[in-house]
């Protein structure tokens, strides 16, 4: 099968390797229909953080059908159309039973990779994939762009929301307009926020989140932003912020937009070592995120939004690459000539 591989800094390549087999008894093995490059395959990618060269691709999103299970899995059998989350939560442990199965505490293994491949192996795949209604073939392509993005970004965004306690009548400030804060707009309308403000500098993605409900838009960065916010709230700050970047700036900006009480819910995964809270603490800032629920949203109500036509998170995958031309699909994110890269594996 084709699987890429992280071949140096600013280089992925297709390499041929043996297809996946069962090794577990709670494993299943998937043929990946579609698949997508994230914003933090980028980081090493563009040698913004260490990764051996020649070492297994970061993807971790996918939807595919299931080949073969490994003798404990009932809840899949081959022939069935799902979606493969990043996360491998097992559906019963404290963190799973609360909401954040992103912090599963029986599988210390919970996180995909090397999913931008032919076939992927699903490590504890009983309770975390997510079953779709028929085949690929019974949908648009803007509907299995929407079901790809429910295996992060939307779910993601979800996140970022939920743990912001986004609410009927909430001003909420989005911080970053790639994929997933253009989720996270989609979300904050989900919850009932009145004035959702996007933080973007670039026209395509500011269009697409007013298309998913942003009232506002503030192009400016740093202490302009700031007061820019400040002015669209009438002084007060927002009720809820969306951070999905995970910059120095962006933590920075997050926070200083924040009215007293508010609530940041952080999404984008941080790569500073050190955060100075003394200005959170006098800000009454509460703090809150981490890696994203995506089997529990999926399941309780991001699914049926998709499927229902309600979201159209599908939206964010502007253009569409074969497997085969991958390090195009890396290149066109970094470039920012797509918002996100899709990738076809037939």
């Not at 390499?15 to 395959?41: M, Y």
């Not at 260490?50 to 691709?57: F, I, L, Q, Y």
């Not at 009145?194 to 500011?206: G, L, T």
Request: negative net charge.
């Amino acid at each position: 099968m084709k699987t890429t591989v992280f071949v140096k800094p600013g280089q992925v390549a297709i390499e041929n390797i043996d297809k996946p087999t069962i090794q577990a008894p709670d494993d299943v093995i998937i043929h990946v229909v579609r698949t997508c490059v994230c914003g933090s395959d980028l980081w090493a990618y563009r040698d913004l953080e260490a990764k051996a060269n020649h070492s297994d691709n970061s993807g971790h999103e996918a939807i595919g059908i299931v080949e073969a299970v490994g003798t404990d899995i009932t809840t899949v059998v081959p022939g069935d159309f799902v979606i493969a989350p990043f996360t491998h939560g097992c559906g019963h442990c404290a963190a799973c039973l609360a909401g954040f199965d992103g912090d599963c505490q029986n599988h210390q293994d919970n996180f995909s990779n090397g999913v931008q491949a032919e076939y992927i192996r699903f490590q504890h795949g009983e309770w975390a994939l997510i079953k779709i209604p028929g085949q690929p073939a019974d949908y648009s392509d803007e509907m299995l762009n929407s079901l790809l993005s429910l295996a992060d970004v939307m779910a993601t965004g979800y996140h970022a929301a939920r743990v912001a306690n986004v609410k009927r009548g909430d001003t909420v400030v989005v911080v970053g307009d790639g994929a997933v804060g253009l989720c996270g707009v989609i979300a904050a309308k989900m919850r009932g926020a009145k004035q959702i403000i996007a933080m973007s500098r670039h026209e395509d993605r500011q269009q697409l989140a007013i298309e998913f409900g942003a009232t506002d838009i503030v192009a400016e960065r740093g202490d302009e932003a700031i007061a820019k916010v400040r002015e669209l709230t009438a002084g007060a700050g927002a009720d809820a912020i969306l951070e999905c970047v995970g910059t120095e700036l962006s933590n920075e900006t997050a926070m200083k937009v924040a009215r007293p009480g508010a609530i940041v819910g952080r999404v984008g995964l941080p790569h500073q070592p050190k955060m100075d809270m003394t200005a959170s603490f006098y800000n009454n800032t509460i703090i809150a995120g981490g890696p994203a629920s995506v089997t529990t949203y999926d399941k309780q109500i991001l699914l049926k939004a998709v499927l229902d036509g309600d979201i159209h998170p599908g939206k964010v995958f502007t253009k569409q690459f074969k497997l085969d031309d991958i390090d195009e699909a890396y290149q066109a994110m970094v470039n920012r000539e797509v918002i996100k890269a899709l990738v076809l594996t037939d």
